[in-house]
């Protein structure tokens, strides 16, 4: 079982930044494909952003340039930096771990609350 923490959310103003973090309570963090992702109110939850332990990426087309995502596998750590920043980006973030090797499994953190409103 792997928990998984997320901080950094809050109320910014529209074109601010923050930057999101999820720790991960596992010594193979490295194995695992983290990603984020959000769900705003009335809306199914998307994907925002994934890394692979190889470092490869994926970003949505209405966050690329402007969000970007990273992990530190000597924390266990994976971030989402948060720029330019719309209203529209208003929602849960949730983070997700898939491990990339067999069985694959799947753990969610609790989700963090981004609000972008002036």
């Known amino acids: 079982q792997v928990q998984l923490v997320e901080s950094g959310g809050g109320l910014v103003q529209p074109g601010g930044s923050l930057r999101l973090s999820c720790a991960a309570s596992?010594?193979?963090?490295?194995?695992?494909?983290m990603g984020w992702y959000r769900q705003a109110p009335g809306k199914q939850r998307e994907l925002v952003a994934i890394?692979?332990?190889?470092?490869?990426?994926n970003v949505v087309d209405s966050v690329k340039g402007r969000f970007t995502i990273s992990r530190d596998n000597a924390k266990n750590t994976v971030y989402l930096q948060m720029n330019s920043l719309k209203p529209e980006d208003t929602a849960v973030y949730y983070c997700n771990a898939l491990r990339e090797r067999l069985p694959p499994y799947e753990y969610w953190g609790q989700g963090t609350q981004v609000t972008v409103s002036s």
């Open positions: 890394i692979t332990s190889g470092g490869s990426l």
């Open positions: 596992t010594t193979i963090f490295h194995i695992y494909t």
